[in-house]
């Protein structure tokens, strides 16, 4: 399936609420910008005074009038409204930073908690089809994109309108025909960036992908660190990567060098312009049309206009990367989430852990995988779950947990159908220790306590004597302190199990779902783990998916899955008197660890 996108008007709409609560200060902000481009606007003209005085005093000067000085007064009262407007567009930039990223930032941070509050109410089915590290790119990069694009955007391109009009005003109170010249740059400066940008767009895709290219090699050999010098192929995983590296240079070079060039195009029309505008106003000058100031003054304006023509490419392309981003964001923020179908839940109390299965069908797309389970299972009994690799036995603990819902007949504990249960608390009622353990970035007793948060350290400890991890932990430099490294790789896969039981443990479920690990530790760590499943099962409904002889013999029933269906069930010793499937995948998979 692939990533929703939200319409860009529904873009706009979200992203106005999420701003909403910050309105106040994004308002003070645009005020802000006004008065900044204001008090910019104003300053050629001012300075144009100054210029425009001296010239007057000096002719004056020249031409010998009686009486004639240079008007330090004058100027020194020019100058000081001069200082003034420095200080206010200073001031008023400084508030305008304060407020607006204050604004943006706080609007980013809710948008990140309601994309990570979205992702818990997210059915299972959604990740299925949606990779981690795209779900990664939304909370991360997406609203990077979003940020950056607001706080450039929203000062330089609404700066920039701003500009436009105070300083095209300017100039019209200055003179009608070099205004006509001076905005000439406008169209020719528009025709340059579609030009360049209709080149650089396709250059920058091309830079995008090999910089994806390049991410995918460089994630490959870290992944396949150790199996590149087992097979001693270093050569040429340094040769890939460095013709890919060789690509990349290449692709961004040019896609930088022809979106750089937008600058110093609309620069040369800027020279033009001025070359024109001088020309003509130094007639105007002549004539006394305008004043030498007035001509210094329209001068500058040009410059002006010509900052936000030039920063139109890099903004164009930051604004593209930002309603991308902000399609992705309101995109999953539109999906549709985990629904409850009964109005009234029932929340199970003083759970028995009976579990029934009941003409359950199930199929991950339109085809059925399961079409007829049926289970009973009696309160405290232990199942194994066998069959061969594919056979549904992850599946069937999915529809458990109700990660999934089935698609006809129904599975019931103590007698309710669990579709009429809230899912947090049907789910509160087991614990899983599965194969592949999670632990987190954290202590080894947060790692444990994880299984119940309010427990005191000495329920902790007793709960890793019961899983048989306590002996371990106290090895450990800080004992229970010890920090678990992201991928808790500083411990072996049988004391991460050990660790997991521990917290099972601690939580004390009502039903558990096991999964045995298929890798072979060693006979000491081996024997601890079969201890430490047994006191977690005591006395209470587990389903473990077995690889072990012991389990499937002690189990109170077994069930054969082949192909999604149960084909066979009973005890080790009914099945295997049936001399059916299960008979053949005993003497397959487990009759040989007999005699191990
Ligand atoms: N999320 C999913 N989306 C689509 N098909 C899936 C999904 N998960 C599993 N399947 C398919 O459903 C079938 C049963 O898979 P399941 O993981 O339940 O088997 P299993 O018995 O647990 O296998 P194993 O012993 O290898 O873990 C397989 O054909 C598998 O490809």
């Known amino acids: 399936m692939l990533n929703r996108k939200a319409s860009t008007k529904n873009c706009i709409k979200g992203l106005l609420s999420f701003m909403r609560p910050y ?21 050629p003209m001012v300075e144009g005074m100054i210029t425009s005085q001296l010239t007057e005093d000096a002719i004056a000067i020249l031409d010998q009038v009686p009486g004639a000085h240079v008007h330090f007064d004058v100027i020194f009262r020019i100058m000081m409204i001069l200082m003034g407007l420095y200080l206010l567009k200073t001031i008023s930039q400084l508030i305008t930073t304060f407020f607006l990223t204050d604004a943006i930032q706080g609007t980013m941070h809710d948008l990140r908690n309601a994309l990570q509050k979205k992702i818990q109410r997210l059915p299972v089915r959604y990740f299925d ?57 406008i169209p020719f400066s528009l025709i340059i960036t579609k030009f360049v940008v209709g080149h650089s767009q396709r250059l920058f895709e091309k830079q995008q992908a090999t910089l994806g290219e390049l991410n995918g090699t460089i994630t490959e050999m870290y992944g396949g660190f150790n199996e590149i010098i087992l097979y001693g192929k270093q050569e040429d995983a340094i040769k ?28 040369l029309c800027t020279y033009l312009a001025i070359g024109g505008v001088a020309v003509l106003g130094c007639i105007f000058v002549i004539q006394g049309v305008i004043t030498v100031g007035n001509l210094q003054a329209f001068i500058r304006y040009i410059w002006q206009i010509n900052e936000p ?19 992705r ?5 539109e999906e549709e989430e985990e ?40 309160p405290g009994q232990m199942v194994a779950i066998v069959g061969p690799t594919g056979a549904g036995k992850t599946t069937l603990m999915n529809l458990l947990l109700r990660f999934y819902d089935v698609k006809g007949g129904a599975i019931k504990i103590d007698g309710v159908d669990i579709r009429d249960m809230p899912r947090e608390s049907l789910r509160s009622l087991f614990s899983l220790v599965l194969q592949d353990t999670w632990l987190f970035n954290g202590s080894v007793y947060d790692n444990i306590r994880y299984g119940r948060r309010d427990a005191r350290k000495d329920e902790v400890i007793e709960a890793a004597k019961m899983a048989n991890v306590h002996h371990f932990i106290r090895t450990l430099s800080q004992g229970y302190d010890t920090q ?39 006979t000491r760590l081996e024997k601890m783990l079969q201890e430490a499943m047994q006191r977690v099962m005591a006395n209470r409904t587990s389903f473990v998916i077995a690889h072990r002889l012991s389990t499937i013999k002690n189990a109170d029933l077994i069930l054969v899955l082949q192909h999604g269906n149960i084909i066979e069930q009973g005890t080790h010793e009914s099945l295997l008197a049936k001399k059916g499937f299960y008979e053949k995948l005993y003497h397959s998979q487990f009759a040989n660890q007999e005699s191990a």
Request: net charge negative.
């Open 23 to 43: 309105r106040t200060k994004a308002i003070i902000a645009l005020v802000m910008i006004v008065i900044t481009q204001g008090a910019f606007a104003l300053n």
């Open 484 to 522: 678990l490294n992201e991928e808790a790789n500083n411990i072996s896969q049988g004391e991460k199990q050990l660790l997991t039981i521990a917290r099972a443990i601690l939580k004390d479920p009502q039903i558990l779902i096991l999964d045995e690990a298929t890798s072979s530790v060693d």
């Open 329 to 333: 964001i309101f995109g999953m923020l």
């Open 339 to 378: 629904v409850l179908e009964n109005p009234n839940p029932i929340v199970l109390h003083d759970v028995k852990g009976m579990v029934k299965f009941e003409h359950v069908q199930f199929g991950y797309d339109e085809e059925l995988l399961m079409h007829d389970v049926n289970i009973d299972v009696k």
């Open 309 to 327: 023509l030039s920063s139109i490419s890099q903004l164009s392309g930051q604004v593209q990367s930002a309603f991308a981003g902000m399609g």
């Open 129 to 185: 089809d949606h990779p981690f590290g795209d779900l990664l790119s939304k909370v991360t990069n997406d609203v990077d994109a979003l940020s950056n694009a607001l706080q450039q955007a929203l000062t330089r391109v609404f700066g920039g309108i701003l500009t436009f009009i105070f300083v095209i005003t300017m100039m019209l109170r200055i003179n009608i025909w070099m205004s006509v010249i001076a905005l000439l740059i």
């Open 240 to 267: 890939r990567f460095e013709d890919v590296n060789e690509r990349m240079c290449n692709a961004s070079f040019k896609a930088q060098f022809v979106s750089s060039l937008i600058a110093p195009l609309i620069s």
